[in-house]
């Protein structure tokens, strides 16, 4: 069981945050919130439940990792404009072939997939494991995240939606990105 570390009086707080009942989540927000690695959608909300976007978890994992953005190379992605905020957070981790798009493109204002946030996370992270086993039935064993999603699970990072169904394309959602990056760095 994870308590809640007392919060210093100059830090990030959200009000959404704060009625959180998941003591771990609220943790994992606050840690990055204070490192400022991630921010607030506004009205003094982070916006927990909300779907996060694969631009929004480029920024936060090449941030976590401390990335260098100045000196990349532009993986040229059709929909990735140097113009950008994220092109410098989606090269670096392209670069480093954490994430690729598909037909040319990244997608970056789609909702990520928690197959996809398996993937990033256990590339990003260095986060594997000798078996391809877990309880999940939704994730076939010729799904390209099973690796992933297995490495995942077998390190304690991510848990399914149920105790059988990991949710590999339903959207993840900011508390849940919180949750597995800081357990992946950690």
Known sequence: IVSPMPTPASAVTFKDVETVKDAE?????????NRGIVTGIGNSNYGTSNSITRAAAAKIIAEMLK??????VNPNFKDVPTS???YPYVAALANLNIIN???G????????KRGDMAKIISEAFSITSSST???FTDVKSSHYANKYIAALY????????TATAFGVDSPVTRGQL???AVRAEN
Not at 67 to 72: E, F, G, M, P, R
């Open 25 to 33: 989540m609220k943790n994992a927000i606050y840690n990055l919130a």
């Open 67 to 72: 990335l260098d953005t100045k000196n990349v």
């Open 84 to 86: 950008q905020w994220y």
């Open 101 to 103: 798009g598909y037909d």
């Open 105 to 112: 493109k990244f997608n970056p204002n789609g909702n990520i």
């Open 133 to 135: 086993s877990h309880p």
């Open 154 to 161: 077998a390190n304690n990072i991510a848990k399914g939606v």
């Open 178 to 180: 919180a949750i597995f």
